[in-house]
């Protein structure tokens, strides 16, 4: 008999929802199987370190014009800044009319107030180029990654510039090999995470908290229309419905293990299925999970208005423009702070004078930002990259366009 066709990202749809189902019929005893969630993590973030330094490295020591690449990088950043400063807005505007945080009565709660300065922007370089990629610091690796590629175009010796070369190509394609197997075990993974998080999710504060992530929904919703469908489609004129099949194992893997870093193996293969060219999508995608956060540029404006309206306070015109600043600002340096999106929101909460209190309100229901954020990210980071491909005449339109089935999931890598 023939063996069925399956879609890989069909497969871990049924994966993620079975697991949804399983843990809200379960329950807290579905824990037990939170381990084999915790390996399918800890697997990828094992390769995260080494394929962020390979990837962006060989991308930068392959192109020989420093022009070319400079023209890349500048149309790339440019796409991530817009998506932002889009999403900051959206955020700001869902805010203020939703007005989160009317009703909330503040609990008795103490928390760390992490203070940012330009300290927190000087440490994306790294003292210790070795020691980031043993501490697996991701945009210390970019840096320094970076760093290597220019050296290596600059380089003078042509034998010495080839075997690097050589030698990036090679540890991107050991990386790489190892995902692909890797991957065999996502369904598995996925169904145990998606069971215990759903499991330990607790909704006794979402009646207080219906108006911010009422707020957060809309927002999100009308960024994905916005950004990812119509402005995608107005300046590529591709389908993006055909996009979004393609990202689905990626959006699908995100939304499972709420790291961006984590889902990047998933991603940039995605990025490159899509008929992106690989050396683009290998300097877009691995950047863009350190200096491209959507989901943040939504929630930033959102966290301090839900401080602002708790205590009856009402955001002014140039506090407004001070949440589309801080918005930009922070959703790109949020890499570099411990933490998170929640050491994200008490520094602003104290930034702008409001009880620290508020982030035990926001903390309740970060999962739900999580999981929904980690898959905006990834959708942001794949989306400018293929704009900047379309428009740089690097991609493969009819490969874009052509239907991707994996046949036999189980069958063995080539």
């Known amino acids: 008999m023939k063996k069925k066709k399956v879609s890989f990202a069909m497969l871990l749809l049924a994966a993620s929802a079975l697991g949804v189902i399983a843990g809200y019929v379960v329950g807290e005893p579905i824990a037990v199987i939170k381990p084999l969630g915790t390996l399918f993590t800890r697997l990828l973030f094992m390769l995260v370190p080494g394929l962020v330094f390979f990837s962006i490295a060989s991308s930068f020591a392959n192109i020989a014009d420093i022009r070319k690449l400079s ?17 900051t807005v959206i955020g700001t505007v869902t805010g203020l009319f939703f007005k989160p945080g009317q009703g909330i009565t503040l609990p008795d709660a103490s928390y760390e107030v992490t203070k940012i300065s330009a300290q927190n922007y000087i440490e994306w370089i790294p003292s210790n180029a070795f020691g980031a990629l043993a501490d697996g610091n991701i ?14 175009v600059l380089m003078k010796n042509e034998s ?7 030698m990036l190509n090679a540890g991107q394609d050991l990386f790489l090999t190892i995902i692909k197997y890797v991957m065999y075990y996502a369904p598995i993974g996925i169904f145990a995470l998606m ?8 909704g006794s504060l979402l009646s207080e908290m219906s108006s911010f992530l009422t707020a957060y929904t809309v927002a999100f919703v ?8 119509v402005m995608f489609w107005a300046i590529t004129k591709l389908n993006p419905f055909t996009f979004f099949k393609k990202a689905l194992p990626a959006l699908i893997t995100a ?33 863009g999970v350190t200096f491209n956060m959507d989901s943040m540029a939504l929630e930033i404006p959102l966290y301090i208005m839900l401080g602002m309206y708790a205590i009856g306070a009402n ?57 929904t954020g980690t ?10 990259t293929t704009i900047a491909a379309k428009t740089e005449g690097m991609l493969d339109v009819e490969k874009y366009n052509s239907v991707v089935v994996v046949s036999d999931i189980n069958k063995k890598a080539a």
């Open 222 to 229: 009308l960024h994905i229309i916005i950004v990812y469908f």
């Open 139 to 152: 945009i210390q690796i970019v840096f320094f990654a970076i760093f290597a590629g220019i050296a290596i």
């Open 315 to 371: 955001p002014t015109v140039p506090q407004i423009l001070q949440f589309v600043l801080l918005g930009v600002l922070f959703s790109i340096g949020c890499a570099g702070v411990p933490g998170g999106g929640i050491a994200i929101a008490v520094i602003l909460v104290n930034t702008f004078g409001l009880p620290v209190e508020i982030v035990g309100w926001i903390a309740a229901v970060f999962f739900y930002l999580d999981v």
């Open 375 to 384: 898959a905006i990210n990834v959708w942001g980071d794949m989306i400018s």
């Open 160 to 166: 010495h510039k080839d075997f690097l070369k050589t």
């Open 255 to 287: 939304f499972a293990t709420t790291s961006s870093a984590g889902t990047m193996p998933v991603s940039l293969q995605a990025t490159k299925d899509m008929g992106v060219d690989e050396e683009l999508a290998d300097f877009g995608i691995p950047l």
């Open 71 to 87: 023209k890349w990088a500048g149309k790339i950043i440019g796409w991530f800044m817009l998506t932002t400063l889009i999403g």
């Open 195 to 202: 069971a215990s998080s759903v499991a330990a999710f607790k």
